[in-house]
């Protein structure tokens, strides 16, 4: 087999455990029913799979089994929760406030909706990342229906304070959507304490299957209504029609029960193993540890170097470990990362930006050798780099 580089990309997407896998298993051969068939038992037992994910799923957020809506993943949640509000409350307000550090997949929503009259409002951030609530509760308005703000950032790993925005929204009566892509599993999330309306998951950050998300919808205090976006056979109580993937949902139960389980010891050890690798890297000097340094996912080290451009490090750490500027999404594009540039940072910081998405299956010794690797690269780098080379006077 050809060798491959450490996998230190989990931000764009984690593989899937092998405990996942045996769960879904059954369900694509023996189990293969369509879980609306109420005739007969092909039906009943895949319906009867569906329900205990719903289950499980729901739990893990504090949330019932009616507010879990089914999708394709947070993408799909994302534009289900903005413009499935935004049709259903528009003769209320035609105001959305979100975040200038959001994913694309709640960005692109949102312009969509201001190309059609809405009026939105990018929030910015802090250089730490996070939003100030003051700035949040003075964006307030009495049009406005929807506040939408990512629990955890995928670039950065930045951890919004979700428990005071909720309060801020509950108390304006403002729905309050959150991205929770990267969230779930991570760190606690509770719909009712944190006072969350919707709420956009994936599996495949979580060690699940590729194709399967969720948008969770409060169905009291509020009831929120979402106009949907994808019409058919009246699936997930009319909100999104599709036959249900039943293998995808039943992995999809079985990744988050794991990482619950283990969320306390696996957030611990990533972070011993984050700690190890910015210790190792900061000898480098000029050097930066971009987003709050402890409201963050343990397992994200964002970091930008001085005198070296990002593209480069990532190109020539390529052979010993797959990493990434940030957003997959937008790395077909070679522009500075949206969300650092929200930070504060240069533009030429910004192109200089690395990050490290330590998941379940890194070890130690892998940490270990891309941290040395890394100061190797940076060291050539910047000896190459005239600007900054020896004889600068550094
Ligand atoms: C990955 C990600 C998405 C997109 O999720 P998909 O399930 O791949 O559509 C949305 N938001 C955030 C914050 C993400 O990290």
């Not at 299957?209 to 056979?233: E, F, H, S």
């Amino acid at each position: 087999m050809s060798h491959r580089p450490i996998y230190l990309d989990n931000h764009a997407t984690t593989p899937m455990d092998e405990r996942v896998l045996t769960a879904m298993l059954p369900y694509f051969t023996e189990y293969f029913g369509n879980p609306a068939s109420i005739s007969h038992a092909y039906g009943w037992e895949a319906e009867a799979a569906v329900k205990q994910a719903r289950n499980t799923l729901a739990d893990a957020i504090h949330a019932t089994p009616e507010e879990i809506v089914f999708t394709s993943g947070a993408t799909e949640a994302n534009n289900l929760a903005i413009k499935g509000v935004a049709e259903a409350y528009f003769n209320k307000g035609r105001h959305i406030i979100t975040v200038q550090t959001e994913h694309s997949a709640v960005l692109d929503p949102c312009r969509y909706l201001q190309n059609l009259g809405f009026e939105i409002t990018f929030l910015p951030v802090q250089p730490d990342g996070l939003i100030d609530l003051t700035e949040l509760e003075k964006a307030i308005r009495p049009d406005t229906i929807l506040v939408s703000v990512m629990a955890a950032n995928n670039e950065i790993g930045v951890l919004q304070p979700l428990a005071e925005i909720g309060t801020i929204c509950h108390e304006n009566k403002v729905l309050f959507h959150t991205d929770a892509a990267q969230a779930i599993g991570k760190i606690p999330l509770d719909v009712q304490a944190m006072n969350i309306d919707l709420m956009s998951l994936t599996a495949h950050k979580v060690y699940g299957p590729k194709g399967i998300g969720v948008l969770y919808v409060r169905r009291r205090n509020p009831r929120v209504k979402v106009a949907p976006q994808i019409q058919g056979g009246g699936h997930e109580r009319g909100m999104r029609s599709g036959t249900l993937y039943t293998p995808q949902i039943v992995g999809f139960a079985k990744a988050v029960a794991l990482a619950l389980e283990e969320l306390e010891s696996e957030s611990e050890r990533l972070l011993d193993l984050r700690s190890h690798l910015w210790t190792t890297l900061s000898q480098v000097g000029r050097i930066y540890f971009n987003g709050h340094p402890t409201q963050r996912l343990s397992g994200n080290l964002n970091i930008s170097v001085e005198g070296v451009d990002g593209a480069a490090l990532i190109l020539g750490l390529q052979s010993v470990a797959a990493v990434s500027s940030g957003s997959a999404c937008s790395s077909a594009t070679v522009a500075p990362s949206h969300v650092l540039l929200a930070l504060g940072h240069s533009e030429s910081l910004a192109y200089a930006s690395i990050r490290f998405g330590i998941g379940r299956f890194n070890t130690i010794e892998e940490i270990d050798k891309v941290g040395k690797q890394a100061i190797a690269t940076i060291q050539s780098l910047r000896l190459g780099n005239r600007e900054w080379g020896v004889g600068s006077g550094e």
